[in-house]
């Protein structure tokens, strides 16, 4: 049965032209107009998400359906692609030429060897989305937001997706439709797989085509741009709960091993943080674990305190009793299974009584989730057949399945991950 043939109450049709929710203008109005005079929100995180929130469901509220579906289907995917488009051929970096002063159509054209008329036609959608600025007929400039496509860590998350996941969601109806609409649950079987008719996994499939694997480590980059990092107080206490009680008579022991580590960016981040940590005789080992081709692209000029050490996170964990393994962004890339094998190796390494398992992942909220916890998971279902989790699925998984004690959850909101401790 499809959903089309599902007998349901069908709404008046007057309703698709009729703002969403015009009753709640008002409240939304006043509640905004609560912010005037505010000058702080450039640096406030919270206070600037509280009220780009308000101005989201402001705009929800005034569009109609109609316009919804069209911005939906048509603007925002145009948008997107014409964006992945200038990234290839440089546009974006020949608006910021010369200061981004504004140039015409046919001077962007020749300096990026495009059809006039067909960049003519992209330059006007992107400047009709808020993109770029259209200072005269023919003429654009850039504004902050595409002055930024210029950086990769930025620019690279459109190609990455582009890629390597919008192929997997475009596949998932078509995919969920063989599996009679059961939700993927293995990394070798799931629309990623069936999209790029592999049966490799994400990783892997990346590994052979290093193209691939640049646009996923720049989108990790900026994906963190911004963001507070797990070990400052406004997420976990790790000065008190980690630092402080290490052992610092052996210049040997591991404090932090950061498995799946990528290229070095959190050790790095950590250590410049506390960089008390790194003075002294015994400052011990900062480890940086994940593949080997990942660890040869870690920047050469990587604090010298940091070893890098090539490990499979399947097998066993070869440091031993270090103060803290931690994994941020690891285990909601696996289904359950693969993570009980994940977190059972580390579980072998640990010290009783002294070593930390810090896992920093969203907690998903019974109510209220946030946009940036709830699009991750979905791209986890058709990439890995896995899952952002909640505080009861992290339970089952990390205490029935794993035989761990969560100690503390500590979560710090607004689509943060939190750092989830546990023992042994
Ligand atoms: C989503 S990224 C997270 C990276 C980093 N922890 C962060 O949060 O920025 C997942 C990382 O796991 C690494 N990885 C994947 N499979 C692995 C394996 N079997 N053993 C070790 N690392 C692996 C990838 O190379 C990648 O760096």
Redesign the pocket.
Known sequence: MSAHSVAADQADISIGSTPCDIGNVPTLLESISSFRGRNDLGTNRDDRLDLLEQARKLVHALETPRELMLKHIGAETASFFSIALGIDVGLFKALVLHQGKPKKVKEIAGIIGFDVDGLSRILRHLAAMGHIENTGPDEYAPNNFSKALTIPVIADGYLFYRETCIPSMLHLHSWLKTKAYQTPTTVIDNPFTFGQRTSMTM?EFMAIEPYRMEHFNHH?GGY?LGRPSWFEPSVYPAQERLLALRDSSNSDAAVLVDI???KG??LERFLSYFPSVAEGENKGKFIL???AP?LAEAPSDLISLIEKQP????MPQPVQGARAYYL???LH?WPDAKCEVIVKQIRGSMKKGYSKLLINEHVIPAVGANWEATYLDLYMMVQFGSRERTEEEWKVLLEEKCGMRIVGIWNPGNGVEAVIECEI
Request: hydrophobic share 30%; glycine share 10%; proline share 0%.
């Open positions: 990783f990790m963190r799946g580590g990528n960016h959190d674990q994940d593949t990942v490990h499979d996170f399947f941020h962004h690891i890339d």
